[in-house]
């Protein structure tokens, strides 16, 4: 649904061509006081702005009408921005202030900010996975769990590829998309539900995905921008799996919204080395999240074993996923995820990892049958 601005003040055509530009689809009221608010029944307001240029004083009815409608979310226009004026806007219930002279991006971050906060409203769990080294099998990992994820949840597990170009989870998922990630940072200002939902792929694998684009972006992408995408996308889905691109800023920045980073590595040195790095970099930036490492293509023979790459990455690795080249590689070139496939040692390991970070509780693992299953893949006892 678009969303709406209405303005409290006198239309002045510069405010009314920076909210156009803002969001060109957003539709927009003005009225001469906030009285007519107060009598509503219901708000279906998504912003008001409250234009205090003339008089620099805050409407008296704002705070009665911050306590009926909590969710209106206010952005003050002034001339000026003095500290104690702002002090006493903030305890009016204002959210963001933008001053004179009035610039199209103030306006865009205010809205942002604002359409940000809206989004913080419920958010599922969002899990983000980081290669400690190119082709370690992220890409792999995070479309096989997203798609675990799925099966918990029909319908309600999202990929997000945070490649901007060049990504690859829409050819692990046999999907072709029209839109990617890069449409929904650009048009981050217009982000609802309905907006989203159709820069989404449906795959027939049960998740939804938000793809790398096929060209890179013309300007610099602001990590923020790329945050808070993931951060609405938290909005939508109980399950948000992202695809992290180790070597692009934006994407390691844009992590402020997982619940839990999964750094894949395997027992090469180099990539233990780096695990270490990353994992430890990760833990000082993001200490609200998980950071887990997981070790993919076990190599049981492998000179360095799992409890050296305990040391380098300072925790213990509960997932050792095994090494399976061949199906893993078949279910890439059919785009067609191998959790799909049950029975067998790699999937029972994917959706293994998908019920620990989905919180399944660990009786269903145990209670699996016997044998290969049984086995339990890379979980180790
Ligand atoms: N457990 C596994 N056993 C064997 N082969 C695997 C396993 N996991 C992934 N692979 C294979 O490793 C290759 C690289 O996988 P993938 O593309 O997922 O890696 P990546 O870390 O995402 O790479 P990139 O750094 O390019 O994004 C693919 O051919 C994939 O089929
Ligand atoms: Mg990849």
Redesign the pocket.
Known sequence: MPITFTVVGTRDPRVEELLRATDPSASTTWIADLDTLLQAETSRLDILFIDVRRDHRLPAALAALKRKFPSIHVILIASTLDGSFMLEAMRAGVNECVAEPLQQADLNTAVNRVLGQRAKAAAGAVFA?V?A???????????NVATSLAALSPGRALVIDL?LAY??AAV?LGAAARFSIVDAIENLHRVDAEFFSSLLVRTSSGVDLLTSAERLPTKPIDSKRAASVVEFAATQYPYTVV?V??SDPTALDALDHASTIVV?ANQELATVTNAGRMATGLRSRYRKAKVMTVI???DRRSEIESHDVERAVGASISFQ?????????H??HKGRPLTLDNHNE?SA?FQALAEELAGVKRERVAERPAGLMGRLAGRRS
């Open positions: 996975f290669g080294k190119g082709g370690v099998g992220t890409t792999t990992m995070a479309v490649h990504g690859d692990y695809d691109s180790r894949v993919n293509r076990t996923m095994p090494s399976d080249y061949r199906r893993a590689l279910a890439m790699l390991s």
